[in-house]
Nanobody, 115 residues
Framework: VQLQASGGGLVQAGGSLTLPCSAS????????RGWYRQAPGKERELVATILNNGITNYKDSVKGRFTISRDIRKNTVYLQMNSLKPEDTAVYYC??????????WGQGTQVTVSS
């Protein structure tokens, strides 16, 4: 499975960004798509996931501000980020996990939120 993330950039606090992540290759075994992030000097953390049945899950600090969604026909997952805060600054990674618990990672896209 190959993942290609994009959409990062510099935005002012309170602004919005949408991160798309397209998947290709053997995606038939993928049952969870998600987004992680890693801020400088911090551990990588889970931001949001979406299961094949559409159930979503979010890190508490992004609930109500971020939305994960998918376009099945395009094999693409989106992370819509609203009301961005400086503490959301990080490299964002999209992921795909198979039903055999193998995790695939995209290359990461930088999101910088200025105060």
């Amino acid at each position: 499975v190959q993942l290609q993330a994009s959409g990062g950039g510099l935005v002012q606090a309170g602004g919005s960004l949408t991160l798309p992540c397209s998947a290709s290759g053997k995606i038939s075994g993928v049952n969870v798509r998600g987004w992680y992030r890693q801020a400088p000097g911090k551990e990588r953390e889970l931001v949001a996931t979406i299961l094949n049945n559409g159930i979503t899950n979010y890190k508490d600090s992004v609930k109500g501000r971020f939305t994960i969604s998918r376009d099945i026909r395009k094999n693409t997952v989106y992370l819509q980020m609203n009301s961005l805060k400086p503490e959301d600054t990080a490299v964002y990674y999209c992921t795909a996990k198979t039903n055999y618990e193998k995790m695939y990672w995209g290359q990461g896209t930088q999101v910088t939120v200025s105060s």
